[in-house]
């Protein structure tokens, strides 16, 4: 008996950034936290603020690929400043990103020295969500996960990923 073609479940990833729990935020909104439990992989592009916060993250995540901020203590937080993952064929570039020589071209480069030439590069920072493509390179910001100054509302990606097709959905709180 033959039931036609299996359908393989789409991998979800949650993008967030800049969380900034305790020094902005008193802890992540219970709408994120559910985001990052029912995702398949989560990615965060720097600014926990404490050890605590990231192991909050970590705890929840099933999967995840984390780089530390400007505000994340470097001696106690031991995360790389770039990294990759690969998710549905999709590659993923992360870093926080920096105001330092033009924001759009730092990631840009980051992304092409770190990534393949499809690569997709996330970056946070700025606290403004945006998904755009600059010099060719699809760039993503969630935003800040709690809303913190300059962003007024919490704001996180869903992306779902497929044989190398990457679709998001911005979520705001």
């Known amino acids: 008996m033959w039931f036609g073609p299996l359908r393989r479940r789409v991998p979800t990833v949650a993008i967030l950034s800049d969380t900034h729990v305790p020094s902005r935020a008193r802890d992540l909104p219970e709408w994120v936290v559910s985001r990052v439990e029912s995702a398949d992989h989560v990615v965060h592009a720097g600014d926990f603020d ?25 001696h106690e937080l031991d995360l790389p400043a770039v990294a990759t993952t690969t998710v549905g064929g999709v590659e993923f570039v992360v870093t926080h990103g920096n ?27 700025t606290h403004r969500p945006r998904d755009e493509t600059v010099e060719g390179v699809r760039l993503l910001n969630p935003g800040s996960a709690t809303g913190a100054n300059p962003g007024d509302v919490p704001t996180t990606i869903e992306a779902t990923a497929r044989d190398g097709d990457l679709e998001v959905v911005f979520h705001r709180g």
């Open 50 to 74: 404490t050890p605590r916060t990231y192991e909050r993250v970590r705890d929840l995540a099933p999967a995840l690929t984390a780089v530390r901020g400007n505000t994340d203590p470097g």
């Open 99 to 125: 105001g330092r020589g033009g924001y759009d071209r730092n990631v840009v480069e980051t992304v092409a020295a770190h990534g393949g030439p499809d690569a997709v590069g996330v970056a946070g920072h």
